[in-house]
């Protein structure tokens, strides 16, 4: 008798594990998602700061904000000013062009194929050195609001102010900390 309630009583709790799976998988359910190269998620190429394209590869809509992956595109020689996300780890890997990154006191220098791991709540800052353009693809662990920093930064037509980077930087769970890198 006790044995029949247990076999009952566990087949009462699959659909409920069906539904956590799902939900941890992905809350919009698309499957598989496919993004050809030099396309975007969602058929939007973000340009940012004067000339920098994004493309989102992976969306927080495909993984439940556990993960977000863009293609990041320099046309010239530049990166962002030196910050702290406070929430996410991030991970850059070249695909094109030579990058300088400084995280905490360390220093790389990156050329196609290398990669470097930055966590979370450490400093850093990078810039494209290189001649010609530079690619690189950079993923974000957790998401947390690096998708919708993006979207909004693309929103800022030019090259924004001090001021209104740090405001977007700290509504999206990041601190300034200093200039961008200088490229010469």
Do not use: C
Request: glycine content about 12%; aromatic content about 8%.
């Amino acid at each position: 008798m006790q044995r029949r309630n247990f076999l009952l009583g566990s087949l009462g709790v699959l659909p409920a594990a069906k539904g956590l799976l799902r939900d941890n998988a992905n809350q919009d359910d698309p499957g598989v998602v496919y993004v050809a190269a030099g396309e975007d998620r969602f058929q939007t190429h973000r340009e940012v700061l004067g000339g920098l394209q994004i493309d989102f590869k992976v969306s927080t809509r495909d993984t439940n904000n556990g993960l977000f992956i863009i293609e990041h595109t320099d046309h010239a020689k530049s990166g962002p000013p030196k910050h702290i996300h406070h929430e996410q780890d991030e991970w850059f890997y070249v695909l094109q062009g030579d990058y300088h990154l400084e995280i905490g006191d360390k220093k790389y220098v990156l050329a196609p194929g290398d990669s470097v791991f930055a966590p979370r709540k450490v400093p850093h800052v990078w810039a494209h050195v290189g001649e010609g353009q530079g690619k690189l693809i950079i993923g974000f662990q957790p998401a947390g609001m690096m998708e919708s920093f993006l979207t909004e930064l693309a929103k800022l037509k030019g090259v924004p102010s001090t001021d209104s980077m740090r405001t977007l930087f700290a509504e999206h769970g990041m601190t300034i900390v200093g200039p961008p890198m200088k490229v010469g």
